[in-house]
């Protein structure tokens, strides 16, 4: 079992920067692909970014080359940094954990476990 809480959301301007935080409660936290969602107002929820426990990261499309994902083995944390945010990026942002990697976070299907979100808000 995996417990997670995210921080750091927040309202920042276009442009600005935001850093996400996902805490991860238990012993096994290398073992756990780590990754993150999001799900703007009135749409459905949709993949960002994973970082299996070896190191081996994958973006959507979508967030290539202005998000990152990392992870601290040794503090049982995920964190994903935004740059370049934009009034589109607005959305609540998910932590998510599962034991592999593939379809299942691409298409969003049978992601075991999630946090309760962090709200993210761009202004124009």
């Known amino acids: 079992q995996v417990q997670l809480v995210e921080s750091g959301g927040g309202l920042v301007q276009a442009g600005g920067s935001l850093r996400l935080s996902c805490a991860a409660s238990g012993r096994t936290f290398t073992t756990y692909v780590m990754g993150w969602f999001r799900q703007p107002p009135g749409k459905e929820r949709e993949w960002l970014a994973a970082r299996l426990g070896g190191g081996s990261t994958y973006y959507a499309d979508s967030v290539k080359g202005r998000f990152t994902i990392s992870r601290d083995n040794a503090k049982n944390t995920v964190y994903l940094q935004m740059n370049s945010l934009k009034p589109e990026d607005t959305a609540v942002y998910y932590c998510?954990?599962?034991?592999?990697?593939?379809?299942?976070?691409?298409?969003?299907?049978?992601?075991?476990?999630w946090g309760k979100g962090t709200l993210v808000t761009v202004s124009s």
């Open positions: 998510a954990a599962d034991r592999t990697y593939g379809s299942n976070w691409r298409l969003n299907s049978g992601i075991n476990y």
